[in-house]
DNA sequence: TTAATATATTGCAATATTACAATTAATGGT
DNA sequence: ACCATTAATTGTAATATTGCAATATATTAA
């Protein structure tokens, strides 16, 4: 059905969903890491560092910008994009509250 | 078009994408999360545990085999399914080190 | 105001994902 | 062998995602 049931699931399981589907797509993960490593944002030069169209990247850094993870300010004609800190250090309480669980003797397999 | 253009990015933006598309439904949190509560594996309770049908169980299971984040063990009629804590550290180790960049002051936003 | 530049939005085609009914396969018990 | 139980597979319908051409919007420069 292409459809997830996201009420059968709890809050927290759906923001890590969420949060971990924004990864889901190396156009996002490209686009993150350049913005981590030109601190200084940057807008379309994303357009030339990654090979796609301009209209999916635009798509892709609305995801981001949906989700908080980064944030956008208009300079001239020109948009700037750069990582939101505040909201990827949250990002990663949550994320690492998944990932970090104990693994306890994996007995039976 | 759906077809994400794998070979425009590098292998390891690739892999994180891959990883991170396990945890981008609720139903694979869930499931994960359930075998690491329940060390001591389990199989079809996932089926009552989490409410979807057990066709959908499985499907969500395999996908987690296929990337090597949970083994499966036949034990009579059931299969006995845990977390594989080898490759769960692999994992956590490729993408925290995508999550974990620094971020260097965001000036401009 | 007009032209140029940069980005966002819209619309659409193609592929991917999710969910499940129906079926099949595998194992154990009788 | 037969039946019951459990899980995997197959087939299919519905929704979601990806990508881009075309267009619209916004800002600046002339």
């Not at 971990?20 to 944002?41: D, Y």
């Not at 980064?70 to 990582?83: A, L, R």
Request: hydrophobic fraction near 40%; charge should be negative; proline fraction near 2%.
């Amino acid at each position: 059905m292409g459809l997830t049931k996201t009420e059968m699931f709890s809050d927290l399981q759906n923001e890590i969903a969420t949060l971990a589907k924004a990864f889901g797509h190396p156009a996002r993960v490209a686009i993150l890491q350049h913005l981590f490593k030109i601190n200084s944002c940057v807008c379309g030069d994303l357009v030339n560092e990654i090979g796609l169209a301009q209209p999916t990247i635009s798509q892709h850094l609305k995801e981001l910008k949906n989700l908080g993870l980064i944030k956008g300010n208009v300079e001239g004609t020109s948009v700037c994009y750069c990582i939101d800190g505040e909201n990827w250090v949250k990002m990663k309480e949550v994320m690492n509250q998944f990932l970090d669980q104990d693994i306890s003797q994996d007995h039976c397999c």
